[in-house]
T-cell receptor, first 114, second 115 residues
């Protein structure tokens, strides 16, 4: 059962435009969310995170929005650059106890065209 | 380089052989995690350590898998009697271990191919 879902396997965007990557989750006990970027043959690189007490977090060109009632988060990249082309993973962790594991979606391949 | 390092980066083995991977976390990171990623999937949690204590293991970690972190620094993941289904990217991550909501930083991974 996929608790974190990234329903778009791929997304293609023109350089300079906005990229919007979406993520849905089913477990209401998730309270911390992260986005990672992954290039082929490399490990995931942390991009940005958000706690469930917030609905927005911004870092440079990257902004993450969290809608708890809809169990939905999105990553906005503005402006998109060719170097942003990679697989983007949404991840979530559960609240409470000593449960620190991350649950990942399957990823979205972003292609930014020059 | 002060990031998470993993060794080897690639491993090809024959079915039935044992393999061992090493992970060196970021210095002073108390928590260390192992994940496995197969084609078309996101990373899946295997196990994690708080210092030298292994505190959680996924059901994915069969009895052929064993992980250690003997002195709370580097960690090893051993797979005994490898099977073709073990072919995957094995990822190690670490975090400070001070609060619950922490960023996990990943290494480059070890890609295992079982023939």
């Amino acid at each position: 059962d996929q608790q974190v879902k990234q329903n778009s396997p791929s997304l293609s965007v023109q350089e300079g435009r906005i990229s919007i990557l979406n993520c849905d989750y089913t477990n209401s006990m998730f309270d911390y969310f992260l986005w990672y970027k992954k290039y082929p043959a490399e490990g995931p690189t942390f991009l940005i995170s958000i706690s469930s007490i917030k609905d927005k977090n911004e870092d440079g060109r990257f902004t993450v929005f969290l809608n708890k009632s809809a169990k939905h988060l999105s990553l906005h990249i503005v402006p998109s650059q060719p170097g942003d082309s990679a697989v983007y993973f949404c991840a979530a962790s559960l609240s409470g106890g000593s449960n620190y594991k991350l649950t990942f979606g399957k990823g979205t391949l972003l292609t930014v065209n020059p | 380089d002060t990031g998470v390092s993993q060794d080897p980066r690639h491993k090809i083995t024959k079915r039935g052989q044992n393999v061992t991977f090493r992970c060196d976390p970021i210095s002073e990171h108390n928590r260390l995690y192992w994940y496995r990623q197969t084609l078309g999937q996101g990373p899946e949690f295997l196990t994690y350590f708080q210092n030298e204590a292994q505190l959680e293991k996924s059901r994915l970690l069969s009895d052929r898998f064993s992980a250690e972190r003997p002195k709370g620094s580097f960690s090893t993941l051993e797979i005994q009697r490898t099977e073709q289904g073990d072919s995957a990217m094995y990822l190690c991550a670490s975090s400070l271990g001070l609060i619950r909501q922490e960023t996990q930083y990943f290494g480059p991974g070890t890609r295992l191919l079982v023939l």
